[in-house]
């Protein structure tokens, strides 16, 4: 039974319960808290703190690592501590590119011998606008010019709570704000003024798993993808984090597979096992 912290001072995160907070949380998640971001981590992890009772930060660093509770409550702190930015068809010009040049020259390289399968992995997918956003696009798109391709979208997050979202297929009017007219007309159902439901022709295209992109016995069971969307991912993490995180990628990839990262984003100095690909509109790194 959780006990109600009664004491009515407010808890303050010292300077050093940060930095070990900090260092805890880079090392299991990748994600890295600069010190102007201390009053997040404060703020974030304060309710927290009092609904269990506890009197520190430092007491709840401690329960993080040892606690019977553990894995659950990592769970918990994942909710709290991840920022889940997203929205359908967010940087456009980068999905106009995997539809008219990258997916194109994946498929035309498949052998043709029955159906051919696209494996897309969208990783750190939130509650799965760009996941959706990419199986729109083969329903719309890639399925007409090729009838004989399917395929496969994984979207994974860290957080179970967003991946709750993305299954339930249903979002506000700011996620699908810049969808175009057709696709809201097509594939999504209105149910009141502020909110869209995702027909189910598109859901089922996408399933979603919990993942953590720094742990390596999970990463090794992500195999065989065609494309890889890390958007707007990496510059939440540390660069040990990156380097790490972008070779396991990498070894994701199959040869003359794709890796998309975010615009602010580049693989400069993380690595140089990719081919870089300039395309009219955006970058991709190609496994070669």
């Known amino acids: 039974m959780l006990i109600q912290r009664k004491n009515t001072d407010v808890l303050a995160l010292t300077d050093e319960e940060f930095?070990?907070?900090?260092?805890?949380?880079?090392?299991?998640?990748?994600?890295?808290?600069?010190?102007?971001?201390?009053?997040?981590?404060?703020?974030k992890l304060r309710p927290r703190v009092e609904t269990l009772g506890l009197k520190t930060y430092g007491d709840y660093l401690n329960y993080l690592r040892y606690?019977?509770?553990?894995?659950?409550?990592?769970?918990?702190?994942?909710?709290?501590?991840?920022?889940?930015?997203?929205?359908?068809?967010?940087?456009?010009?980068?999905?106009d590119t995997i539809e008219k040049e990258i997916l194109p020259k994946i498929i035309e390289s498949k052998p043709r011998n029955g159906f051919r399968t696209l494996r897309i992995w969208s990783a750190g997918c939130s509650t799965g606008d760009e996941a959706y956003t990419v199986a729109m696009i083969f329903l719309e798109k890639i399925k007409p010019k090729y009838p004989d391709v399917n395929v496969e979208i994984i979207g994974t997050d860290i957080n179970s709570a967003v991946l709750d979202v993305a299954r339930r297929g249903i979002y506000k009017?700011?996620?699908?704000?810049?969808?175009?007219?057709?696709?809201?007309?097509?594939?999504?159902?209105?149910?009141?003024?502020?909110?869209?439901?995702?027909?189910e022709d598109v859901k089922r295209l996408v399933k979603f798993k919990q993942l953590n992109l720094m742990d390596k016995f999970q990463m090794v069971t992500m195999r065989n993808f065609d494309l890889i969307l890390l958007r707007n991912v990496l510059i939440y993490f540390d660069e040990n984090s990156r380097r790490e995180v972008v070779s396991w990628i990498y070894d994701s990839l199959n040869r003359g597979g794709y890796l998309i990262v975010g615009y602010s984003e580049s693989l400069r100095n993380l690595t140089k096992a990719f081919k870089v690909v300039y395309f009219d509109k955006t970058i991709g790194y190609k496994k070669e």
Do not use: C
């Open 19 to 43: 930095l070990e907070l900090r260092n805890f949380i880079v090392r299991i998640t990748g994600i890295y808290f600069p010190e102007s971001k201390k009053y997040f981590i404060e703020s």
């Open 67 to 95: 606690s019977p509770f553990r894995g659950s409550e990592l769970d918990v702190l994942f909710k709290l501590i991840t920022i889940n930015e997203t929205y359908f068809f967010r940087d456009e010009a980068q999905f």
């Open 173 to 199: 009017r700011y996620s699908v704000r810049y969808v175009p007219e057709n696709y809201m007309r097509k594939y999504f159902t209105i149910l009141n003024d502020e909110e869209f439901h995702l027909i």
